[in-house]
């Protein structure tokens, strides 16, 4: 089991400001996802919401039927090397395994709002299975919420947990959005 780790400055300055102008840029696909969770019974979606919240997304990578589909075309120059730090860091084997890599935009509602309460996939309930992290790209005054422990957005922030652990993010009030990309990387 891992426990809850936050890793400040985690990225090389020039990798990270690579990864923050890209996603600044009127060049990236963002899509509109609401709500951002749903209730899920017996590993089953319900597809009841969680909340009714709206943000967008952009798919790097994910495991369909134990096959990696990469469904982004910036994912071999800005993710690789992600992963690749992921793998030094935390002695994942290699090469590494990931079910998904996806970046969340949460854009200014003029109010705090927390994201409903969820695990990445709620079918995988064995916590030697995957770990979450959570890279946060920009600064601002939203939250990465683990358990009862509130972690503040800041830049260049990895914060790595199980993926069997509940966890939640809330949106900002300061900045015209709040970015993070979310990876579920597998144990073994």
Not at 8 to 21: C, R
Not at 124 to 131: Q, R
Not at 169 to 185: A, P, Y
Request: net charge negative.
């Amino acid at each position: 089991m891992m426990k809850l780790q936050v890793i400040e400055n985690y990225l090389d300055e020039k990798l990270h400001k690579k990864i923050e102008t890209l996603f600044l840029s009127n060049r990236f696909d963002w899509y509109f996802i609401s709500p951002t969770a749903t209730y899920f019974e017996n590993g089953v979606d319900t597809f009841v919401p969680l909340d009714d919240i709206f943000i967008f997304v952009h798919c790097f990578v994910q495991e369909f039927e134990e096959a990696q589909t990469t469904i982004s075309p910036y994912f071999e120059e800005y993710m690789k090397p992600i992963l690749f730090n992921m793998q030094q860091t935390f002695g994942f084997p290699n090469p590494i395994g990931v079910l998904r890599v996806k970046a969340n935009m949460y854009t200014n509602q003029g109010k705090s709002a927390a994201i409903g309460v969820h695990t990445d996939f709620p079918g995988l309930t064995d916590p030697d299975i995957y770990v979450t992290m959570v890279y946060q790209v920009n600064e601002n005054n939203g939250t990465t919420v683990v358990g009862d422990r509130v972690i503040p957005s800041k830049a260049n922030q990895l914060v790595a947990f199980d993926g069997t652990c509940e966890h939640y993010g809330t949106t900002q009030t300061d900045e015209k959005v709040r970015i993070v990309i979310n990876f579920n990387i597998k144990r073994t």
